[in-house]
């Protein structure tokens, strides 16, 4: 309907066929058959043109009212587009389990936050295991997670690879054999478990209570693989949802746990554990953050995913 609107408004703005035509650089024949197929298409003329500069008829108006409120559009469309272009506006919504929106999204953000104040965040929490059903079924722009997903549906970013340890209550008399295994919460904090071949037997632990996350979970997984590789299965175990959940209750003395050592660094101190570096292809896995492959990864999503490489390198 507002087809050719170039035209119309050109000849508008000069009052003259001849001079629009000029202006649009065809020649004013072919501009006048453009504005008389408009016109017959709208069944009324929008030009006076027995005038001198040519008018605008009641219906020419309307046209050009409509016209220029489209350009207003146009105009903060662009506008718009340059700004999200330029990180001058965004959002991004970020879903992750409870210890990652925690510890770990706060400082990528801050940093991310230096740069482009003026994105905004929505965190979504849920169990690690319902994230990805998530991010199908709504509109989740990044997972921060670790271990396995799906690589039909989902592309990952590297982040870091962290190291997974037994945690254990420190009044467990079972302790006092394996003093040279041992690594405090000072030892991880400064990487001393790192690049070191010095593991624990686990089989030795085999007749305590683990804290084990439930089946499904990442976490439950490789730490029943890193049992078996020693020759054993949890014969107790207490199941969880939440890795920081078990290993606070490892603190308060009701199992041994096995946890990442991104957690032990992050989360609030706790001096009432003594960790043991296990070996293994399992005791090794990938934070990263996901998205759907079928996405458009925005700038923001890109430079959030720098942010957090920087954060943790």
């Known amino acids: 309907m507002l087809g050719k609107k170039e ?27 453009a504005v008389v197929k408009t016109e017959s298409e709208l069944g009324m003329q ?5 005038t001198h500069p040519v008018t605008l008829t009641e219906a020419g108006r309307v046209y050009i009212e409509a016209v220029e409120g489209i350009n207003s559009i146009e105009y903060d469309f662009q506008n718009k587009l340059s700004e999200i272009a330029n ?11 409870n210890f990652f929106s925690s510890c770990m999204l706060p400082p990528i953000i801050k940093h991310f936050s230096r740069s482009y104040p003026a994105i905004t965040f929505e965190i979504v929490e849920s169990d690690s295991i ?3 059903d998530m991010a ?4 989740i722009d990044l997972i921060l997670d670790a271990g396995v997903y799906n690589h039909d549906f989902f592309q990952s970013h590297h982040i870091l690879t962290e190291q997974i340890l037994l945690a254990v209550p420190k009044d467990y008399a079972i302790n006092e054999f394996y003093r040279d295994y041992q690594y405090t919460y000072a030892d991880i904090l400064n990487n001393r478990h790192k690049n070191n071949d010095h593991f624990i037997p686990i089989s030795a632990f085999k007749n305590n209570q683990f804290i084990l996350l439930k089946k499904g979970h990442d976490m439950h997984a490789r730490s029943i693989h890193i049992c078996q590789q020693h020759g054993f299965e949890p014969a107790r175990a207490l199941y969880l949802n939440q890795l920081m959940t078990a ?5 308060q003395d009701l199992g041994i746990v096995f946890v990442t050592d991104t957690l032990i660094k992050l989360a609030p101190e706790q001096n009432s554990l003594i960790y ?9 896995r990938d934070i990263f953050l996901a998205h759907r492959k079928k996405a458009i990864l925005t700038k923001a999503m890109k430079y959030f995913i720098a942010s957090a490489r920087d954060v943790f390198h």
């Open 7 to 33: 035209y119309i408004y050109e000849v508008y703005k000069t009052g003259s066929f001849s001079k629009a035509a000029k202006n649009l650089y065809i020649s004013q024949p072919a501009l006048s058959a």
């Open 46 to 50: 929008l030009f006076n043109r027995s």
């Open 87 to 97: 990180m001058q506006v965004g959002h991004l919504t970020v879903a992750c389990a």
């Open 130 to 132: 319902e994230l990805y």
């Open 136 to 139: 199908l079924e709504k509109h």
């Open 247 to 251: 290993y606070n209750l490892s603190a």
């Open 276 to 284: 043991y570096a296990v070996n293994g292809k399992y005791a090794y």
